[in-house]
């Protein structure tokens, strides 16, 4: 599952979140840093033959923090550089910033074609 090598990957590739990353909510009493991830399609189609394409997989990663824009922008380049492994193409980096909580934040949203059967 893409959902378990994405965990994988986060936790033990940006040093700056110690570990906070979760899947799709991001906990409202956690500490920030933080990182949410979401995988946002994974469609498979079944041919006539039986064989099964797999179009790409489309993921988000939203990067919060409590500190400043530049460190929510440093985590984003730490997340970029970790995707390699997972074959990501398509890669958008998009800033946000949620007024209610007073994070800064980075949606990064990317493709991979990696095999996950």
């Given at each position: 599952?893409?959902?378990?090598?994405?965990?994988e990957?986060?936790?033990?590739?940006?040093?700056?979140?110690?570990?906070?990353?979760?899947?799709q909510?991001?906990?409202?009493?956690?500490?920030?840093?933080?990182?949410?991830?979401?995988?946002?399609?994974?469609?498979?189609?079944?041919?006539?033959?039986?064989?099964?394409?797999?179009?790409?997989?489309?993921?988000?990663?939203?990067?919060?923090?409590?500190?400043?824009?530049?460190?929510?922008?440093?985590?984003?380049?730490?997340?970029?550089?970790?995707?390699?492994?997972?074959?990501?193409?398509?890669?958008?980096?998009?800033?946000?910033?949620?007024?209610?909580?007073?994070?800064?934040?980075?949606?990064?949203?990317?493709?991979?074609?990696?095999?996950?059967?």
């Amino acid at each position: 599952m893409i959902e378990q090598e994405l965990y994988e990957i986060l936790k033990n590739s940006i040093d700056l979140v110690e570990g906070r990353v979760y899947p799709q909510i991001l906990p409202q009493s956690c500490i920030k840093p933080a990182l949410v991830y979401t995988v946002l399609s994974d469609l498979q189609e079944q041919g006539i033959d039986g064989a099964i394409a797999s179009n790409p997989i489309r993921v988000q990663i939203d990067v919060y923090s409590t500190k400043s824009y530049l460190q929510a922008k440093e985590i984003a380049k730490e997340v970029r550089a970790s995707l390699v492994v997972l074959e990501a193409f398509n890669i958008h980096i998009v800033d946000g910033f949620e007024e209610e909580h007073e994070l800064f934040r980075q949606i990064i949203q990317f493709n991979t074609r990696k095999n996950y059967e």
